[in-house]
């Protein structure tokens, strides 16, 4: 199970759970092993399948041990308890249930048709590995990735409004490729006013012949928050494009949800994100920072009601999806997750997660309605 878990934090955050899966023969030798790259890929225990069955070997007659109840559903893929049993697999030991009413009942399905099951080895690390996952499922909301990019002060753009481009090809590529993974990108009515942003997902050129990588075969749904319209002729318009009028963040993601929107991209300049910051609805943040020294300028937050040290938003190293700090060209990207995560099972935190919903009035005025600097462009946003 510790080789489950290893290999589920290799996996993307994001629509899905992380998930790892290993299969043993009958005698307790791994056979083969994998984990969940992403939504619409093969799920862990399919993954472990398959690598068996590449290795020669046969998996019927072995154990499953998997980070997380098999799934007992049709989504992008099909049920894994389905897989499971038509590999002949005698014995399934997984970590955590799964609660979610659309995939959960796995080992009840399995236990149905014969198969031993034995859940409960390492729950509490599985659930904490996925807890903020837990959360958003629990709330009915997309999981939300924050997206920043910026100088080493922390700004966005320049004194001026100049901003394209703080960071450098290879950063922005690689949000490009975020983009190409989330069902939905979010920006606010200020960005696309001052930025008239297309929010799509494109290659972007990473070496100076200009060579681009290969055109996402799918586009997310755009999405603009706020009370101001967006202009006719605005970049965003067009099949795809979803006006939320709310500056409300908890109103914005159960809109989102309620069209199948389980992974959501926030960007789009310091008002938003600090909006979503301050309601406490930011799971995942990826934050890009450029070796250039501004000194004024705008910065990446606005005031997010933190009066006092002690009530700073803290943040930790998040391993999962290829590590917590990564070079891309002459810029670092940062991978963190809520440093609250540590304090218990965050799906259970619902009274906490009010009291910062209430604090996202002051931050929401600035983030979807007027911003901040409305000159200013909020920087990586086309």
């Known amino acids: ?149 910026s100088s080493l002060d922390g700004r966005v753009a320049a004194a001026d409004g100049t901003s394209q481009w703080i960071t450098g090809s290879q950063a922005r590529a690689d949000g490009h490729a975020i983009r190409a993974r989330v069902d939905a990108v979010l920006a606010g009515t200020g960005t696309v006013l001052a930025d008239n942003p297309r929010l799509t997902a494109r290659p972007v050129p990473t070496d100076d012949a200009g060579t681009a990588g290969s055109t996402p075969p799918a586009q997310p749904l755009r999405a603009v928050m706020g009370l101001r319209p967006v202009p006719q002729d605005a970049a965003v318009r067009g099949p795809g494009f979803l006006p939320l009028a709310t500056r409300d963040v908890p109103t914005a993601l159960a809109e989102l949800h309620s069209r199948g929107v389980r992974h959501v991209l926030v960007e789009g300049g310091p008002g938003i994100a600090g909006a979503f910051l301050a309601a406490g609805a930011v799971d995942e943040l990826v934050s890009y920072i450029a070796p250039v020294v501004l000194g004024e300028g705008t910065p990446m937050f606005p005031p997010v009601g933190v009066p006092t040290l002690a009530a700073a938003h803290r943040w930790v190293p998040d391993p999962a999806g290829g590590g917590a700090v990564t070079q891309l060209g002459p810029d670092v990207r940062l991978r963190l997750r809520p440093a609250d995560d540590d304090n218990g099972t965050p799906a259970d935190r619902t009274a906490a997660d009010r009291t910062a919903a209430d604090r996202t009035a002051t931050a929401a005025g600035t983030a979807t309605g007027t911003p901040a600097t409305p000159s200013t462009p909020q920087h990586n946003q086309e």
């Open 1 to 149: 199970m510790d080789r489950a878990l290893e290999l589920a934090a290799q996996g993307v955050r994001g629509a899905n759970p992380l998930v790892g899966a290993v299969v043993l023969s009958p005698e307790g030798q791994v056979l083969g092993s994998g984990y969940h790259r992403g939504a619409g890929t093969p799920h862990a225990e399919v993954a472990a399948l398959a690598d068996a069955r590449s290795r020669g070997a046969d998996p019927a007659g072995g154990t499953m041990v998997v980070t997380l109840e098999p799934c007992n559903h049709q989504g992008r893929t099909g049920p894994c308890s389905a897989a499971i049993h038509a590999a002949g697999i005698r014995r399934v030991v997984f970590a955590a249930p799964d609660r979610t009413a659309q995939a959960a009942g796995g080992a009840r399905w399995l236990r149905d048709r014969g198969v031993e099951t034995d859940g409960g080895l390492r729950q509490t690390q599985s659930e904490h590995l996925n807890g903020r996952w837990l959360r958003a499922t629990a709330q009915a909301r997309p999981f939300v990735t924050l997206k920043t990019a």
